[in-house]
């Protein structure tokens, strides 16, 4: 009877080490997630709306990560017309808002499409103590030395006036056009010609105009945007930012590194999303 006893109290004994241990073990690796989990934000390009991650987040999420997706003004579900937008602070305001709203010591990954390129750009002169690293994804890539202007001019003459692409002219025909567009057919065979055909009828059901603001004021200094590390992901079939454009960025504003993704158009996130999301995982633990 007292052997018996013993055993079973050695079983008991054996059995709360084992739990003990893998509760330790379960905390340890709760603990080591939390530590490798960032804050992702990710910022859309020109016509198109936070709408355009939906593949990316639930695969950022997924590893851990936090990802916050914003509309910047007139764009995706923010109720801004286009033509109450006067300014690029203006079409900026929401995002300028959230990177406010992040608390001293914390920072996050920036991730700009397109010309979310210089979205991100002014977050990072504005807040570089708030960004680990400013991604670029087939985005314009401004410097000190490289005006975001000469960026955007090389972009909009390919796809200004291609195909059934639209400005609108508020302000009568005599001024500057207060908004720009992408046709359904620009979209389909210029920017997501790689893309599933489902992504495209989308795109041209939510596609929203941009309105057509300033940016030459944009100014870019070593001391503060120029402090953040920055990494540029190119398509190698992109249509917009083409690699004359890409090949100037990083002569005049060399990024820390460059991935680049293949068979991919413009919007890489929808094309090749898999491969994305394991370039912003890289990313992600590289520059913590």
Not at 53 to 66: D, N, T
Not at 136 to 153: C, D, E, R
Not at 155 to 172: C, E, I, P, Q, W
Not at 253 to 272: A, C, E, G, R, Y
Request: hydrophobic share 45%.
């Amino acid at each position: 009877m007292e052997k018996t006893m013993r055993r079973a109290i050695s079983f008991v004994l054996i059995l709360f080490l084992f739990f003990a241990a893998a509760s330790a073990s379960t905390a340890k690796n709760s603990q080591l997630e939390k530590d490798f989990s960032k804050h992702i934000v990710l910022i859309h390009g020109s016509c198109f709306g936070a709408w355009s991650w939906y593949k990316i987040v639930p695969l950022l999420k997924s590893a851990g990560h936090m990802v916050t997706v914003i509309d910047l003004a007139a764009s995706g579900i923010n109720l801004l017309h286009a033509t109450d937008v006067r300014s690029f602070s203006d079409y900026t305001h929401p995002f300028m808002d959230f990177m406010e709203s992040i608390p001293p010591h914390k920072r996050v990954i920036l991730v700009g499409h397109s010309s979310g390129g210089a979205v991100i750009s002014q977050a990072m002169e504005n807040f570089p103590e708030k960004v680990s690293v400013g991604v670029f994804l087939t985005a314009g890539m401004p410097g000190p030395s490289l005006n975001y202007s000469v960026i955007a001019k090389k972009a909009m003459s390919r796809v200004a006036h291609a195909l059934d692409n639209k400005f609108t002219y508020d302000n009568g025909p005599n001024n500057p056009p207060t908004t720009f567009v992408f046709g359904p057919k620009f979209l389909s065979q210029v920017v997501l010609q790689y893309s599933p055909a489902e992504d495209a009828a989308l795109a041209t059901i939510l596609v929203r105009p941009r309105p057509v603001v300033s940016i030459e004021g944009l100014i870019f200094t070593k001391e503060k945007y120029g402090s953040v590390s920055r990494v540029l992901i190119i398509s190698e079939e992109d249509k917009i930012v083409t690699e004359d454009a890409v090949k100037l960025m990083i002569m005049k504003n060399p990024p820390n590194k460059i991935f680049t993704v293949k068979s991919s158009d413009h919007m890489v996130m929808l094309s090749q999303p898999t491969q994305l999301f394991a370039y912003l995982l890289s990313i992600a633990h590289e520059f913590s």
